[in-house]
T-cell receptor
């Protein structure tokens, strides 16, 4: 079972470069999320999506963009990379509902902006 | 912004010792989850507590949700090296449309020394 798959696992960017972090899930979950985790910290929500074609901002959306053209895919775009975006990025997906809101996480993408 | 403060931030103990991790907030949550995250991996859900005062046990781990649903604790009995990891609490609050907003705690890094 693949679950949530993120690519790439590691990436180094120069300031001002752009890149797309890929996320795909094969569990037919409606809800998908992007988080960032800074060293030794919890997760902060960047963007989320409640279904194909619907996205919304989380706590820290500045500098990022997302799209959700299919149920399976939820890519995260960095247009002008900045050192403050150095972090580990996690994608997650979940079903709807109080008791069923179990988030399944990918293994993460470690990004360094130099 | 809802904050979930975890304490302690770091904990290093000997194998066989007991420990308790706390997760506190001034906000009420509809439910609360605990995750464990190992280096290089995404968080994995351990438990969800829903009712104020609820206690759940998972082998040597005991989870409690505060009566007012603002706080939670995780108690580990006879810690083992395999318990080493980052423990995250996450509070959920229901919004209109059925979406559950999730706020992650600051994390507790546990090291169990053999």
């Amino acid at each position: 079972n693949a679950g949530v798959t993120q690519t790439p696992k590691f990436r180094i960017l120069k300031i001002g470069q752009s890149m797309t972090l890929q996320c795909t899930q094969d569990m037919n979950h409606n809800y998908m999320y992007w988080y960032r985790q800074d060293p030794g910290m919890g997760l902060k929500l960047i963007y989320y999506s409640v279904g194909a074609g619907i996205t919304d901002k989380g706590e820290v959306p500045n500098g990022y963009n997302v799209s959700r053209s299919t149920t399976e895919d939820f890519p995260l775009r960095l247009e002008l990379a900045a050192p403050s975006q150095t972090s580990v990025y996690f994608c997650a997906s979940s079903l709807v509902g109080l008791a069923k809101n179990i988030q399944y996480f990918g293994a993460g993408t470690r990004l360094s902006v130099l | 912004t809802q904050l979930l403060e975890q304490s302690p931030q770091f904990l290093s103990i000997q194998e066989g010792e007991n420990l308790t991790v706390y997760c506190n907030s001034s906000s009420v949550f509809s439910s609360l989850q605990w995750y464990r995250q190992e280096p290089g991996e995404g968080p994995v859900l351990l438990v969800t507590v829903v009712t104020g005062g609820e206690v759940k046990k998972l082998k040597r781990l005991t989870f409690q949700f505060g009566d007012a649903r603002k706080d939670s604790s995780l108690h580990i009995t006879a810690a083992q090296p395999g318990d080493t990891g980052l423990y995250l609490c996450a509070g959920m609050r229901g919004l209109s449309g059925g979406y559950q907003k999730v706020t992650f705690g600051t994390g507790t890094k546990l090291q169990v020394i053999p």
